[in-house]
């Protein structure tokens, strides 16, 4: 089975604050998705990757960064947190071929105070 | 752009019962993906069931089964004999032909009841 492990369940940090979260795969999948999830508005795509070293942005980037420089790891950045960043992050993977389903870790619910 | 609707937030269910959760899609493409997803309360999201665009039969995985109509973009969820760890939120996911990009609905709750 995939395994896609987020490194944190729950996260508190403060505003301004440089959060990094990180998303591990163990199956050699090509994409990586970073997705955070709001009642009400379903999961929204902030980041992909779909090779190392390349990103793409998702429908709302502002405020985060990634880095993939490992194929197995993908991380987002906050990089100066803010109270509107409160929210669940998650993390997915799959492979490039184009019937593929995407793989998802744990989640991590991040609260900015 | 790709846009997905669940029009339902919630929905409930007798156990035992089939209840099925309704989706469309708005897309221009011909050949895409489509897959429902479903989040427990411990939060992991695992696939349900998936059809692809080009296959007019509909997908069924043991007690779920799809009801594809792409003319009309519609993908809707049944589930039968409804168990009481069918409760979830369930997300209906619209794949581009290229499979890296990925549109989520937002979600309906599905609570089965004793």
């Known amino acids: 089975d995939v395994k896609v492990t987020q490194s944190s369940r729950y996260l508190v940090k403060r505003t301004g604050e440089k959060v990094f979260l990180e998303c591990v795969q163990d199956?050699?999948?090509?994409?990586m998705f970073w997705y955070r999830q709001d009642p009400g508005l379903g999961l929204r795509l902030i980041y992909f990757s779909y090779d190392v070293k390349m990103k793409e942005k998702g429908d709302i980037p502002e405020g985060y960064s990634v880095s993939r420089e490992k194929k197995e790891r993908f991380s987002l950045i906050l990089e100066s947190a803010s109270t509107n960043q409160t929210s669940m992050y998650l993390c997915a993977s799959s492979l490039i071929s184009s019937n593929q389903p995407q793989h998802f870790g744990d989640g991590t619910r991040l609260s900015i105070l | 752009a790709q846009t997905v609707t669940q029009s339902q937030p919630e929905m409930s269910v007798q156990e035992a019962e089939t209840v099925t959760l309704s989706c469309t899609y708005d897309t221009s493409e011909n050949n895409y993906y489509l897959f429902w997803y479903k989040q427990p309360p411990s939060r992991q999201m695992i696939l349900v069931i998936r059809?692809?665009?080009?296959?007019?039969q509909n997908a069924t995985e043991n007690r779920f089964s799809v009801n594809f109509q792409k003319a009309a973009k519609s993908f809707s969820l049944k589930i039968s004999d409804s168990q009481l760890g069918d409760t979830a939120m369930y997300f209906c996911a619209f794949m581009t032909p290229t499979g890296n990009q990925f549109y989520f609905g937002t979600g309906t709750s599905l609570t089965v009841i004793p």
């Open positions: 059809q692809e665009a080009y296959k007019q």
């Open positions: 199956m050699d999948h090509e994409n």
